[in-house]
């Protein structure tokens, strides 16, 4: 197969980090990949996908530029038929991949998949007219939807998108590749004092720092220190909201980093306010291989991930007392920290990128078998 993956920007977050994982993990044989970056001036995560390149792993890279979205569908249907793709991954899931499926359709590419990352969580009226219009345009040319987690599922059927084309695949991680790094940062860590409580998670509204911030600010343990990993829209009110609480924003919010499993490794508890928005939260996952106490928002996509609490402790979303009582148990006591990571090497096992892309490969093959 010769396999065109869309992203739009090269982001250092979760829809990309995935992007790369099936890249990096796809059988070579008989395969090839291509990408298309639509925003080319995005460029977090551009030496990771380079490479790739230089591994062989990517065929070719381009960045795409266009003036409107004719241009764009031209410049998707010439790339297409020049590198004879046969198969096409759309990571994002917003307006701009219509016009890539039109693209790829007018180039003769049937087998097209769209990973939808997001609960689709809207109230608004004309949010939804304008959701259910793009699906039913996606159900009419014959796409295949991906949702990352049975709660993305569950919100498209909410949606009604009655999409025959539909299958969960969750998201992945190189779980060897974040116990070597994480296990290293740790022995270099251990000795010191200082015991940190880690969040990574983009700073929007779907998550919860809020939460997090105001039960942290409530304890009193000196040697433990709260480290927020990411940037976003949030981060002002955020910086703020420290400042108002009496705790030291630089210390705590440490920007964005290309190497979490180094910050994981250094953790001592790692903690995932969100909301009931929330798709996956890869990082999870990437705590899970790193063999860290997990302690996360009672919702229903950490419900999922973390097997109904059997991978981490679940508290009460948005409960400032929930989370204060949680965190006060876990620093107190190293014997419940140790019990949470009990299975953890057991449970994260299925979340492999080794093992996703597979399924990734069966279903693109199912597909196109039948064009």
């Known amino acids: 197969m010769n396999i065109l993956h869309i992203l739009d920007g090269l982001y250092y977050a979760g829809i990309e980090k995935q992007a790369f994982e099936i890249i990096n993990h796809f059988p070579q044989k008989k395969n090839h990949n291509f990408l298309i970056n639509l925003s080319p001036k995005i460029k977090d995560l551009e030496e990771d996908f380079y490479n790739l390149f230089l591994e062989k792993k990517l065929e070719k890279i381009e960045n795409l530029n266009y003036k409107s979205s004719l241009v764009m569908i031209y410049k998707i249907l010439r790339f297409c038929k020049k590198n004879k793709i046969n198969s096409l991954i759309i990571y994002p899931c917003n307006k701009k991949m219509l016009f890539v499926i039109f693209g790829a359709k007018l180039a003769g590419v049937n087998n097209i998949f769209v990973q939808v990352q997001n609960v689709i969580n809207t109230k608004k009226r004309m949010e939804i ?71 990574v998670a983009r700073l929007d509204a779907i998550k919860d720092q809020e939460t997090l911030l105001r039960a942290f600010a409530k304890l009193r343990f000196p040697n433990w220190k709260l480290k927020i990993v990411g940037q976003g829209s949030n981060l002002n009110y955020l910086r ?14 440490v920007g964005t980093t290309n190497n979490v499993a180094k910050i994981l490794g250094e953790a001592e508890i790692f903690a995932f ?39 981490g402790l679940l508290v009460k979303p948005k409960s400032i007392k929930s989370w204060e009582e949680n965190l006060r148990k876990l620093i107190q006591d190293s014997s419940y920290r140790n019990k949470l990571t009990n299975n953890l090497d057991y449970l994260v096992k299925q979340y492999d990128s080794k093992i996703i892309v597979l399924k990734w490969e069966k279903l693109l093959k199912n597909e196109i078998s039948k064009f």
């Open 240 to 253: 703020d909201l420290t400042l108002r609480l009496s705790l030291k924003p630089d210390d705590i919010f």
């Open 273 to 311: 306010s969100t909301t009931e928005s929330e798709g996956f939260g890869k990082v999870l996952i990437e705590a899970m291989a790193a063999n860290l106490p997990i302690i996360a928002s009672d919702v229903s996509a950490c419900r999922e991930i973390l097997f109904n609490g059997k991978a």
């Open 129 to 199: 007219i304008k959701l259910k219009i793009i699906f039913k345009i996606i159900k009419k040319l014959g796409v295949f939807l991906v949702p990352a987690s049975q709660s993305i599922f569950d919100s498209l059927m909410k949606l009604k998108i009655n999409n025959r084309k539909i299958t969960i695949i969750h998201n992945s991680c190189d779980i060897n590749q974040i116990k070597k790094i994480s296990n290293k940062s740790k022995s270099k860590f251990k000795s010191s004092k200082t015991k940190n409580i880690v969040m």
